[in-house]
């Protein structure tokens, strides 16, 4: 798993190809109130009932609030077999709009 920054997240989003996930794992509440443009969410605590959603992608970017559910799931990812995680580990999504970038609602 590496890990990257919401700068670098935000570098990615930018260029996303289809073979790559942006994976919020916050609750469905955090989510509605804002998230990543494209990103997709599947809450760090049901993810593995969703391995089947996620396994097809090549790369996958995975962002919380602060870092720490981001790293859980990264870490379940990588336990299932999923090779390329970008995990935002320090930082979450407030970060993402204090630098005033966009969000979806």
Known sequence: MKTLTMTELHSATRNQADHELILDVRTPGEFAEGHVPGAKNIPVDTLLNHTGEITGFKTVYIYCRSGGRAVMAGQILGSIGVQDIRCV??????????????SEK
């Open 89 to 102: 580990d320090m930082g979450g999504f407030p970060d993402w709009l204090k630098m005033g970038l966009p």
